[in-house]
C-alpha cells in the first residue's frame, strides 16, 4: 500500500482547488450566509507561526460552518502601509513600493501553502491606488461631515521613527513607541485628527456583540468615562477658569489651582513680577516625557503665577500655579487642588507650605489609615456649609444640582479617549487629500480626482517632515477652486484608516463604481459574522473600525452599528524555552520549515490540538511529531486492507455497537468544540474514536458500521486537516469534493451510554465507585450504593441518615 506522502498531495489538491475554484464565494440568496474573517497580515516578507497559529484555527472554523451548510466567505489581503514597511526598505536599501509587493507575493505563497479557504479572487492589498482611493474617500466623506479636522497641537513624536504617533501607539509606563520602543517626545505640529471623541458613549455600548469580556474591558477603560461635574472658577482677571472633578463634593477643600504648562490661560494671567519664571518653568517642561511629569516618586515642582481664583462655594480667593503634573491631554488642562483628599496634591501643598483643610470625614466606626482620609469615596462632608453632614455619595449630587442651579457649574461627563490623530510625517501611506490655497484656503481634492497617488520617485528616507515635502511635483498643484498656485498637505495617513474599513473592500476589491463597495455584496454578506486575531490589537484596530462602522452608518453607507458581531481571540505561541520568539534568542520556529518536513496539515493539527487556542503557549517539538504520526496512522487506518475479511462469520454485535456509539458521541463532541472554538479537544476526540477503530478493525472491516466510522471520521477530519480528508475521500471512492459534504449529524439514542460510573462518598470523601445503568433512577442507584460492602460497613448496619444524589454522576451518603 502507498504511504502517506503529505507534500505531494497537498501540492496536488491546492491545484486542484484552484482549478475548480472551490473556494470561490459569490451571493447566493437562497443560502445562509457567513462571513469568517481573519487579521490580515502587514507584509513582512515572512509568514511566522503566529500568523498560522490565528489563520489555520480560524481557517478550520470557516469549514466547519461551511459544511453545516452555510455559504462562507473566508478572505484574505495585506496591511501593507505604513512604518514596519518602510522601516525594514530604508533598512534594506530599497523602495517600500517594490519591498512590500515582492513581500506580498512571497507571503501569498506561504498562505496558498496553508491549504486555508481563502477566495483569492477577493484579495486587496491596501498599498495599491485602487484600494487608497477608497481611503481618501473616506477622508473626505469624514471631512464633510466635521469629524475631520486641523489643528496645531502637541502630539507625540518618535525620534527614532521621525514620526507622529497616535496615542494608541504609545505604550507602557515609559511611554515608548510600539515599533521600536524608542521613549517618544512631545512636538507641536499642525495634525489632521478624527473626531472619534463624538462616538465615545456609543463605543461603550457593547449591547450587540458578542465579543471577550477582556477586549471590552480594555476598551471601556481606555475611552475612560468619568461622571462629575464642570465646576467654573472665576479669576481676578475676568477670565474663566473651568475644571472637570469627579469629587464635587470636596470642593470646599479646594485651597488652591493648578494649570498645566500648555494652557492657553497661563501667558495671559500670569503677573509681571512672576513671568520671567513661569516661562523658565515652561520651557522646563517642554523637555521633559510625559512619563517623566506623571511619576509617581517625582517630586512635585510648580511656581505660582501670581493670579487667584475665587471658589465659587465659598468665595475663598485661592492662588493659581503651573505645574508639570497637570496635563493638556487629561480632562481641561486645569485642576482645583484638593490635597486633604489627593496624594499628588498634598504632596505639592506641603512642598509650597499650601493651606490645607479636611472636607471628608469617616463614617463613625472607620479608622483612618494615616493622618488623611486620601480619596475617601465614602463618608461624611465636613466644612462645607450648608452640605456638611451629608453622606459624600449624596452630597455629590446634591453640590452639582446646587451648581446647576447658580450657573457655577454642570454635570459633566469626562473621557480619558482623545481624537484620533491621523497625520504621519512619513512617505509610505496613503496622501491625505487635501490642498492649501492661499486665497481658499483649506480645500478638499474633488471626489473626481482620487486618488492623491503616492509618487514612487520620492526620497523615503525620515528627515522629521514628510518626505512629500521635498517632491515638486507632488507638492506643487492647482486649487479646484479657484484654480490659483497651490499646494498639497504633505503628511500621509496612519495606516489604521486603511485596516479600518478592509472587511468592506473584500466585497469588491479596488471598486469601480461610485462608492467603496458593490451595494449587493454588501446586502448578502454584511456584517462580518466570525472574526479572530490578536487581543494586543483592543484599543486600536478593533476600537477604530467600530468607529468607522458607526459613521458609515450616519453616512448612510451600511444599516447597522457594530462591524463584526462575533470576536474570538487567539494566544501567543512561545519558543521551546518559554520565552517570546526572537532571532536573538534563537527560538524562532519557521513554518515553512515544518511545511517542507511534515506537511502542512501535520501543522495545522498540531496547532489545534497543542494548546487551548485563546492561550497559546511554548512550542513542543515532540508535541508536533505525535501529531505527524496520528496522521500517519490515520492513513494506515483508513486506507490499508485487512486480509480474509468477512470471512470469519458474523462480526460481534457489541463491537458494532461500541463503534456506532463512539462515532457519533465523537460527532456530538466535534461539533460542540468547533462551535465554541475547542480546537485542542475536538483533534483529542478524532484520536480517541481512532483509537477505537484500529481495536475493531479486524472484526468489523468493510461492515456498514465500519464504512459509516470511516466516513465519518474523514468528514470530522475535513476542517483540521483539509488536504488528508481530501485524499482520503477521493481513495474511498466518493465525490469530490469532501469539502462540499454535509457535516455529520449525531443519533442522540446512538449516542448514549448503556452504563456510567458513579462515585461514592461517605461525608464528603470518595469511598467506592460502581457501574450503574444510564437510565437508572435516584431510587435503584441509592439501593446499589447501600448494598457495596464498604458502604455497608462504614455505616455499621445502620440507615444513612441523608443521602445526596447528583444524576449520573454521584451520590453522597451521609451517616
Not at 464565494?25 to 487579521?39: E, F, G, I
Not at 479608622?367 to 455619595?393: C, K, R, W
Not at 499646494?487 to 468592506?504: A, G, L, N, P, V
Request: glycine share 6%.
Amino acid at each position: 500500500m502507498e504511504r502517506y506522502h503529505s507534500r505531494k498531495i497537498e501540492g496536488y489538491w491546492q491545484e486542484k482547488w484552484q482549478e475548480t475554484e472551490l473556494y470561490r464565494s459569490v451571493v447566493r440568496p437562497d443560502q445562509p450566509k457567513h462571513y469568517a474573517l481573519t487579521m490580515l497580515p502587514y507584509p513582512s516578507g515572512d509568514l511566522h507561526i503566529g500568523h498560522w497559529y490565528a489563520m489555520a484555527p480560524s481557517d478550520c472554523r470557516a469549514r466547519f460552518m461551511r459544511m453545516r451548510g452555510y455559504n462562507v466567505l473566508f478572505p484574505m489581503g495585506f496591511d501593507a502601509f505604513g512604518l514596519p514597511a518602510e522601516n525594514a526598505a530604508i533598512k534594506r536599501g530599497i523602495h517600500p513600493h517594490v519591498w512590500t509587493l515582492q513581500n506580498v507575493e512571497k507571503m501569498r505563497e506561504q498562505l496558498r501553502s496553508m491549504g486555508a479557504m481563502f477566495d483569492w479572487e477577493r484579495e486587496a492589498v491596501s498599498c495599491l491606488p485602487g484600494y487608497y482611493k477608497w481611503s481618501q474617500w473616506f477622508f473626505l466623506k469624514f471631512y464633510e461631515k466635521g469629524l475631520a479636522y486641523r489643528k496645531r497641537s502637541p502630539v507625540d513624536f518618535c525620534p527614532q521613527c521621525n514620526t507622529t504617533l497616535a496615542r494608541e501607539q504609545v505604550w507602557g509606563e515609559d511611554r515608548h513607541c510600539e515599533r521600536c520602543s524608542t521613549p517618544v517626545v512631545k512636538k507641536e505640529l499642525d495634525q489632521w485628527f478624527f473626531r472619534i471623541t463624538d462616538y465615545a458613549e456609543e463605543l461603550l455600548d457593547f449591547s450587540k456583540i458578542d465579543w471577550p469580556e477582556r477586549v471590552v474591558t480594555m476598551q471601556k477603560n481606555w475611552i475612560g468615562k468619568s461622571e462629575g461635574a464642570e465646576v467654573i472658577f472665576q479669576l481676578e482677571t475676568g477670565d474663566e477658569l473651568k475644571v472637570f472633578t469627579t469629587r464635587p463634593d470636596t470642593l470646599w477643600g479646594a485651597t488652591f489651582m493648578v494649570l498645566a504648562p500648555e494652557h492657553p490661560l497661563v501667558e495671559k494671567i500670569t503677573t509681571e513680577p512672576h513671568r520671567d519664571t513661569v516661562r523658565e518653568y515652561r520651557r522646563q517642561a517642554e523637555r521633559q516625557t510625559e512619563i517623566e511629569r506623571l511619576a509617581a516618586d517625582k517630586k512635585k515642582t510648580g511656581v505660582f503665577t501670581g493670579a487667584y481664583a475665587i471658589n465659587p462655594v465659598n468665595s475663598e480667593r485661592i492662588p493659581v500655579w503651573v505645574a508639570d503634573y497637570v496635563m493638556m491631554g487629561y480632562g481641561t488642562g486645569a485642576i482645583m487642588a484638593v490635597p486633604a483628599h489627593d496624594e499628588r496634591d498634598l504632596a505639592f501643598a506641603r512642598t509650597y507650605d499650601l493651606p490645607v483643610l479636611e472636607v471628608i470625614k469617616p463614617m463613625e466606626g472607620v479608622t483612618a489609615d494615616g493622618e488623611l482620609f486620601i480619596g475617601l469615596e465614602d463618608g461624611v462632608m465636613v466644612n462645607s456649609g450648608p452640605f456638611s453632614g451629608l453622606p459624600a455619595p449624596e452630597g455629590r449630587e446634591k453640590v452639582i444640582a446646587w451648581l446647576e442651579e447658580t450657573g457655577r457649574g454642570k454635570r459633566a461627563v469626562n473621557y480619558r479617549l482623545r481624537d484620533w490623530l491621523i497625520s504621519r510625517q512619513r512617505y509610505w501611506g496613503a496622501p491625505i487629500p487635501v490642498v492649501y490655497c492661499p486665497s481658499c484656503g483649506v480645500v478638499p481634492v474633488p471626489y473626481e480626482d482620487l486618488p492623491v497617488l503616492l509618487p514612487e520617485d520620492a526620497e523615503f528616507l525620515p528627515t522629521g517632515e514628510s518626505p512629500l515635502k521635498h517632491h515638486k511635483e507632488f507638492l506643487h498643484t492647482t486649487c479646484p477652486k479657484c484654480h490659483g498656485p497651490a499646494e498639497r498637505e504633505t503628511d500621509t495617513m496612519d495606516t489604521f484608516i486603511c485596516s479600518s474599513w478592509y472587511q468592506y473592500a473584500y466585497l469588491s476589491p479596488y471598486h469601480e463604481g461610485p462608492l467603496p463597495f458593490a451595494q449587493e455584496e454588501a446586502a448578502y454578506w454584511l456584517p462580518v459574522d466570525q472574526y479572530t486575531g490578536g487581543v494586543e490589537h483592543a484599543c486600536m484596530h478593533l476600537i477604530y473600525t467600530r468607529f468607522f462602522t458607526k459613521v458609515m452608518r450616519d453616512l448612510g453607507l451600511v444599516n447597522f452599528d457594530e462591524p463584526m458581531l462575533s470576536l474570538r481571540n487567539q494566544g501567543i505561541i512561545l519558543g521551546e524555552d518559554s520565552e517570546k520568539m526572537s532571532k536573538s534568542r534563537g527560538n524562532v520556529i519557521a513554518p515553512d520549515e515544518l511545511v517542507e518536513r511534515y506537511g502542512a496539515d501535520t501543522v495545522r493539527a498540531y496547532l489545534m490540538f497543542g494548546w487551548r487556542w485563546e492561550l497559546g503557549g511554548p512550542w513542543d517539538s515532540k508535541g508536533i511529531e505525535g501529531v505527524y504520526r496520528f496522521l500517519h496512522r490515520v492513513w494506515d487506518l483508513l486506507l490499508a486492507p485487512v486480509p480474509g475479511s468477512g470471512e470469519e462469520g458474523d462480526p460481534p454485535a457489541e463491537a458494532i455497537k461500541a463503534l456506532r456509539r463512539k462515532v457519533h458521541q465523537t460527532i456530538k463532541k466535534a461539533t460542540d468544540d468547533l462551535t465554541e472554538f475547542s480546537f485542542n479537544t475536538y483533534i483529542a476526540a478524532l484520536m480517541e474514536l481512532s483509537n477505537l477503530m484500529a481495536k475493531v478493525k479486524k472484526d468489523l472491516y468493510q461492515t456498514p458500521a465500519w464504512t459509516e466510522a470511516a466516513e465519518s471520521f474523514v468528514l470530522l477530519l475535513a476542517p483540521a486537516c483539509p488536504h488528508l480528508a481530501e485524499e482520503l475521500w477521493a481513495r474511498l471512492g466518493r465525490e469530490y469534493s469532501v469539502h462540499n459534504q454535509a457535516w455529520p449529524v449525531w443519533d442522540k439514542e446512538l449516542a448514549a451510554e448503556e452504563t456510567v460510573e458513579i462515585v461514592i462518598q461517605v461525608n464528603g470523601k470518595i469511598k467506592d465507585r460502581v457501574m450503574i445503568p444510564a437510565d437508572a433512577g435516584e431510587d435503584e442507584v441509592r439501593e446499589i450504593a447501600l448494598e457495596r460492602e464498604v458502604i455497608k460497613e462504614l455505616l455499621g448496619g445502620k440507615p444513612p441518615r441523608k443521602v445526596i444524589y447528583v444524576k449520573g454522576r454521584l451520590m453522597n451518603i451521609l451517616p
